[in-house]
């Protein structure tokens, strides 16, 4: 139940993250430049909105990242033993090992016998 939380907020900080960045002009004018062009200049009481971009895409890749890590605590692993069998020296094997000195059997090559009636 709280991996799903975890994986929907996951969804939805990526989701807004692209959304940031989209926005943003990769030659520096960006949002800040449809209101008016000023860096100076105030809109809605947002001041330098380029500023802002960079710090809610620096913060919402920051909160991913957490996040995914945060997530990885979440994950269901099951209630069963999960050791390694391999490094279990009291484990017995399933099937004996072949013997090397045993000669293998010759393959079946679909042969009917021969007519033994005297037709």
């Given at each position: 139940m709280s991996?799903?939380?975890?994986?929907?907020?996951?969804v939805v900080v990526a989701f807004l993250l692209v959304v940031v960045i989209?926005?943003?002009?990769?030659?520096?004018?960006?949002?800040?430049?449809?209101?008016?062009g000023g860096g100076s200049?105030?809109?809605?009481g947002v001041k330098k909105t380029t500023d802002f971009?960079?710090?809610?895409?620096?913060?919402?890749?920051?909160?991913?990242?957490?996040l995914v890590?945060?997530?990885n605590v979440a994950i269901n692993r099951?209630?069963?033993?999960?050791?390694?069998?391999?490094l279990d020296t009291d484990a017995q094997?399933?099937?004996p090992l072949p013997n090397?000195?045993?000669?293998?059997?010759?393959a079946n090559d679909n042969t009917t016998p021969a007519d033994t009636t005297g037709q």
């Amino acid at each position: 139940m709280s991996f799903t939380i975890f994986l929907v907020l996951i969804v939805v900080v990526a989701f807004l993250l692209v959304v940031v960045i989209m926005v943003q002009n990769p030659k520096g004018g960006g949002l800040s430049s449809t209101f008016g062009g000023g860096g100076s200049q105030q809109l809605g009481g947002v001041k330098k909105t380029t500023d802002f971009l960079d710090k809610s895409t620096w913060y919402l890749a920051t909160f991913l990242l957490v996040l995914v890590l945060a997530s990885n605590v979440a994950i269901n692993r099951g209630e069963g033993n999960v050791d390694s069998k391999a490094l279990d020296t009291d484990a017995q094997t399933t099937q004996p090992l072949p013997n090397a000195n045993t000669t293998p059997l010759p393959a079946n090559d679909n042969t009917t016998p021969a007519d033994t009636t005297g037709q």
